[in-house]
T-cell receptor, first 112, second 112 residues
């Protein structure tokens, strides 16, 4: 999954804390998709962002979740006041014409 | 709201061909069929894609029916390392935005 960088790889948060997940897309790409994968489930679309714009956030939970992609720096997926049900793998991706989506290695969030 | 349907699981004997089907009866004329796989909760990895014609690369072959309503991914000589979840999606082959849901895929178990 070279090219799309995500960090941290693993994140442990206590209930009520905030989680910040970072994603830098492939070089030359100015957009990212965020997906969430609950245990034993498929990838569910959350949000699509271009630099400084949220294009589609129809997959984002209405509360506690937000995403941004500033002009400088990585895209950030923020989860406030985490609950156990937020425990999942979060993947980001960018899309190019050669091979479609390139995914990062993901961030595994565990809420204890 | 996935536009594709796949069997939830399949087994394949090591060394034999694995044939993974996918139905995409509502595919649009400009949408490609893409296949990805996800090995043990790593980020999904691109395998192959095609529009109308059959495609082959070093990893797999893709057979698309003439009416384009279904396709089959073929791993010619499955190995234990091919054990993974395989996702079939459809989308246009451009850098523009398109919301895609990956669904739950097919869990392929290669048996020694």
């Amino acid at each position: 999954n070279a090219g799309v960088m995500q960090n941290p790889r693993h994140l442990v948060r206590r209930r009520g804390q905030e989680a910040r997940l970072r994603c830098s897309p492939m070089k030359g790409h100015s957009h990212v998709y965020w997906y969430r994968q609950l245990p034993e489930e498929g990838l569910k679309f959350m949000v699509y962002l271009q630099k400084e714009n949220i294009i589609d956030e129809s997959g984002m939970p209405k509360e506690r979740f937000s995403a941004e992609f500033p002009k400088e720096g990585p895209s950030i997926l923020r989860i406030q006041q985490v609950v156990r049900g937020d425990s999942a793998a979060y993947f980001c991706a960018s899309f190019g014409t050669a091979g479609g989506y390139t995914f990062g290695s993901g961030t595994r969030l565990t809420v204890v | 709201d996935a536009k594709t349907t796949q069997p939830p699981s399949m087994d394949c004997a090591e060394g034999r061909a694995a044939n993974l089907p996918c139905n995409h009866s509502t595919i649009s004329g400009n949408e490609y069929v893409y296949w990805y796989r996800q090995i043990h909760s790593q980020g999904p990895q691109y395998i192959i894609h095609g529009l109308k014609n059959n495609e082959t690369n070093e990893m797999a072959s893709l057979i698309i029916t003439e009416d384009r309503k279904s396709s089959t991914l073929i791993l010619p000589h499955a190995t234990l390392r091919d054990t993974a979840v395989y996702y079939c999606i459809v989308r246009v082959d451009s850098g523009g935005y398109q919301k895609v849901t990956f669904g739950t895929g097919t869990k392929l178990q290669v048996i020694p």
